[in-house]
């Protein structure tokens, strides 16, 4: 891919039109432009969306939870291998530039949210927020849905787990810290790099290394159980980082940790595999060749059971590495905190609500 597809803080370096699309407009270089002629720069545009039902049910077994609430699709921190990219199709948009610069958010969410926790037939689960894209990327500061649901599952003493990698999370430590006292929150901040020039190629706007180690000891100290996922874990690229990123997260404050091998999805191999050629062109075959060994010769194995892990020699070598490193620096491995269900109370959202307007 040529050169000047990349943008400065953008993480694709193209926008290929979604897989529903018949038709697409792709940039090329007709040897007419300038030497330093660059393709324009790319605003981002939110754009308001109404979901019928806030909350998702899942059906993999592959993942920790049953519920999950996605304050926003679409995702700016523009992290290159984001497994959640090829969701855009779904809006007729493409996973590249389009995934981080057409962001959809919900008015009303945590509205909706009361509604289908308070009905009678509601089955108390921990809901996660951040399964699809992170609810603390740079549109929380405007829109603040995530913080709404927040309130919104306070007040039902509902259980929620939180996956970011954004420090903004902080902003929210006092909704957080009583969560916390009732054993309703976990949170799992994920790390990939401690380079901070990695860090800026590979997820050029989420926040630094140094700021979510920042978020994890002021979690701590705040009484607020949380943990580090490395993820993704990308052969050749960060996988020399894993005890030093679970030496630092121990440092501190982190309790637990999990990991989860490098995984590309529909369109994300193409627009990753681009990305590599462009930034680190002597690794790329090496990076793609231990992916195929980990996916079963595929660089991406969809299949229950298999799609959240790797198999083969090196991903046995990572699995190791990562549990010598947690027994060293004290971590334990998987979820941060058990949360408690039997607190929640359909009832008390209302009593609150009421008590705004008396």
């Known amino acids: 891919m040529d050169k000047r597809l ?32 660059m393709p324009p720069g790319v605003t981002t545009v939110f754009t308001p969306d109404r979901p019928r039902s806030a909350i998702n049910r899942n059906q993999s077994p592959d993942v920790p939870f049953d519920y999950s609430v996605n304050p926003y699709q679409g995702c700016e921190h523009g992290c290159i291998y984001c497994f959640a990219r090829p969701s855009h199709a779904y ?52 829109y603040r849905t995530t913080r709404e649901l927040l309130e919104a599952l306070l007040e039902y003493r509902h259980p ?22 009732h054993r309703l929150v976990s949170v799992m901040v994920s790390l990939t790099t401690l380079d901070p020039g990695l860090k800026r190629i590979m997820e050029p706007r989420a926040s630094s290394p140094a700021a979510r180690l920042a978020v994890v000891a002021a979690l701590t100290g705040s009484g ?31 309790g637990s940790a999990a990991f989860l091998p490098l995984r590309l999805p529909g369109e994300v191999a193409d627009l990753f595999e681009a990305w590599l050629r462009e930034h680190f062109p002597a690794r790329t075959d090496k990076v793609l060749n231990h992916l195929r060994e980990m996916h079963g010769g595929r660089l991406n194995d969809p299949r229950f059971g298999h799609r959240m892990g790797g198999n083969g020699a090196y991903f046995a070598l990572l699995r190791a590495r990562f549990a010598a490193a947690c027994h060293r620096f004290g971590l334990s491995s998987g979820e941060p905190a058990r949360l408690d269900t039997g607190l929640f109370n359909r009832r008390l959202g209302h009593l609150v609500q009421r008590e705004l307007f008396d």
């Not at 953008?10 to 007709?30: L, Q, T, Y």
Request: some cysteine; glycine content about 10%; charged content about 25%.
């Open 6 to 37: 990349f943008i400065s803080g953008r993480g694709a370096g193209s926008n290929p039109a979604g897989r529903f699309e018949k038709a697409g407009v792709e940039w090329v270089d007709d040897g007419w432009a300038g030497e330093d002629e």
């Open 91 to 142: 809006w007729n948009l493409g996973p590249g530039l389009d995934f981080e610069t057409r962001i959809f958010h919900k008015p009303g969410l945590a509205a909706r949210l009361r509604t289908e926790i308070s009905a009678p037939a509601y089955e108390c689960k921990p809901i996660n927020l951040g399964a699809n894209t992170d609810p603390y990327q740079p549109a929380e500061r405007e």
């Open 160 to 181: 929620v787990t939180i996956v970011t990698k954004g420090s903004l999370i902080r902003r929210d430590i006092d909704l957080l810290e009583q969560l916390a006292a």
């Open 224 to 254: 607020v159980p949380v943990g580090v996922l490395l993820a993704p874990v990308i052969p050749a690229l960060n996988d020399s980082e894993i005890e030093r990123l679970l030496e630092s997260a121990a440092k501190a404050g982190a």
